[in-house]
């Protein structure tokens, strides 16, 4: 078999969305879980809705004088409350303003489509240049049909406002977006480098050095956000892009969730060898599930393989309910240390992100990043 076909093959069976749907019909045989009903609902019934008005998008545009690309705003804000604040992650300037700014609507011939980058599950994506301004970004381009036609507005209309409210070096930003009659396209930062997951498969197991400054990095964007109380919940090497200079990007914001502090949820998510124990029993759960993936992510980093991968996916849950947690030898001791603080059952027993960034094996290995 060829590395592509076996690289293909292995993405596949790590798939987030087939592995949820696969993992939530074994769920509802023998438990029924309400909360988790949403995530099967494919392909669903509508097809001909009023796709922006179902999208919760504006077609308004605001600027950022600081930006070479216009800065693109939701028009609605985000229900909920935040330490007593309101979360608004982006202000939608009124039609009156734009009029005055003089604001051009972006428009797909504002650039110069360069090399494509990849395929998701909702569009391709494309290195762009904005010609005025010589700006390179990544551009996501989603056909308005299938969002709809996968009853996915719900959670696009989520992925763009919480990515669009989030300023951090290792979290992908979003500069904004545009539509046309057929598409909507997403304007993202650039990561040169691709995925993690792909250079793993092609390099891996990493060793320390990497592997501790990528996971150094992932613990400071997921504290950045889990101090604004939004859990990722996707965490995996193919959410961690590779920018110029080893700076990783965390990626893909489409299961992340804005979570008060205090309140736990139910909702079924992630990827199979990155569910966390409490998910697999469908316990409500806070932002440790991120705490317990960082954990896997770790593990995969110097071993090339999740630590409770089996041929099965129920063999894998059972393995990660048990704990059946195991080292190959060549696994340093600082290493097994953190990952075995991070991998505990017990979601509150888990070493904080915090206490992730000062752990030795990072501190020892931070000279050499
Ligand atoms: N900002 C970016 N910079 C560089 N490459 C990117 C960027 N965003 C995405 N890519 C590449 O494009 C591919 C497709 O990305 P996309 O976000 O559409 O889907 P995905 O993350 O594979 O999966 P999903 O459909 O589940 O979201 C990725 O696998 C990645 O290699």
Known sequence: MSNAVNVDAAKARRDSLLQRNMLLSMRLNHSGNKDATHVSRLPAEKTNTNWRASLGLSRRLSTKSTSPVAKVTTSSSVNNKINGKRYSPARTVPPSHQAKLNVKPMSLD??????????????????????????ICAMKVMEKQEIVQYNVQKQFRREVEIQSSLNHQNLTKLYGYFHDEKRVYLLMEYSVNGELYKLLRSRGPLNDIYASHYIYQVADALDYMHQRNIIHRDVKPENVLIGFDNTVKLTDFGWSIISPRGVKRKTLCGTIDYLSPELINLKPYDDKVDVWALGVLAYELVTNAPPFEEDTKDLTCKRIVKGDLRFPSHVSSDAQDLITQLLRHNSQDRISLRDVKNHPWLVKNKPFW
């Open 110 to 135: 504002d650039f110069e489509l360069g090399k494509k980058l990849g395929k998701g599950k909702f569009g391709r994506v494309y290195c762009v240049k904005h010609k005025k301004t010589g700006f």
